[in-house]
């Protein structure tokens, strides 16, 4: 019974590690990307919030340059946006004249890397496309193990503690949010069409496919502006920028030049 009792204890103490060291650690790539830059955020109200993101797994904040007066007469200095409220996103972006030398440059060594992508690079990309290919495949075999195992000696603790093998199992498969779609995939580094449901209407974006997670695709090297933005922030106007928009309101559509 007391070996039992341990064998729990430890069971719980190793899921509550890995759950937590998988919740900061895993962030969205595409999102990732953008972090530590001055970013533009548009949300579906129509508002448009400016700052320097820095990405977590639960949410981001943009952090102003200024500090921004409230019209109730409060002083705000950043712009939190949780996970759950990601379904409120149109698109993030990040215009070239915004950055720092430094950060411009790394951006050009990005397009660049994109475009003439190493061994290294290219062979981690097939590495993580296969293992999301299988994943499914994977959990099967996980499930059967467990099944297996819950029919030896040590059954009834595997049965007892089967919601923290679960919840372990949900958090690792889970954190790798990359859903792997072929007809993505051949065209990361082309230039391709994005098109972007925004107040019913499509609009469409021409830039560098760079990368795609179950939830965002990023694009680079993009032609962009805000309307009604630009009169007081001129640095915006119709600029190259790099964007990341959700996938359920963006849809790459046509290869293009």
């Given at each position: 019974?007391?070996?039992?009792?341990?064998?729990?204890?430890?069971?719980?103490?190793?899921?509550?590690?890995?759950?937590?060291?998988?919740?900061?650690?895993?962030?969205d790539k595409c999102l990732k990307s953008l972090s530590g830059y001055p970013v533009v955020l548009e949300i579906a109200s129509g508002k448009l919030v400016w700052g320097i993101l820095r990405?977590?797994?639960?949410g981001f904040e943009l952090t102003y340059d200024i500090p921004h007066q409230d019209v109730q007469g409060h002083t705000e200095n950043s712009f939190l946006?949780?996970?759950?409220?990601?379904?409120?996103?149109?698109?993030?972006?990040?215009?070239?004249?915004?950055?720092?030398?430094?950060?411009?440059?790394?951006?050009?060594?990005?397009?660049?890397?994109?475009?003439h992508p190493g061994f290294?690079?290219?062979?981690?990309?097939?590495?993580?496309?296969?293992?999301?290919?299988?994943?499914?495949?994977?959990?099967?075999?996980?499930?059967?193990?467990?099944g297996q195992a819950k029919r030896s000696s040590y059954g009834s603790l595997l049965a007892s503690n089967e919601k923290?093998?679960?919840?372990l199992k949900t958090e690792v498969f889970g954190s790798f949010g990359?859903?792997?779609?072929?007809?993505l995939e051949r065209h990361i580094g082309n230039r391709v069409v994005l098109e972007v449901k925004r107040n019913g209407q499509i609009h469409e974006y021409c830039g560098i496919l760079k990368e795609y997670t179950a939830d965002f695709i990023e694009l680079m090297d993009v032609t962009h502006s805000y309307e009604g933005f630009t009169e007081k922030w001129p640095e915006w106007a119709q600029k190259t920028a790099d964007l990341v928009a959700p996938r359920r309101l963006a849809t790459v559509r046509h290869l293009a030049e």
């Open positions: 019974m007391q070996d039992g009792f341990g064998l729990t204890i430890l069971i719980i103490f190793i899921v509550a590690m890995t759950a937590a060291f998988i919740r900061r650690t895993v962030k990405v977590e797994n639960t946006l949780y996970k759950s409220e990601y379904d409120q996103i149109i698109m993030l972006s990040r215009f070239e004249n915004a950055l720092s030398s430094a950060g411009a440059e790394k951006r050009r060594q990005t397009i660049d890397k994109i475009h290294f690079k290219r062979s981690q990309r097939k590495v993580a496309n296969f293992f999301n290919t299988l994943k499914d495949s994977v959990l099967e075999v996980v499930d059967l193990v467990i923290y093998v679960s919840k990359t859903s792997f779609e072929p007809l």
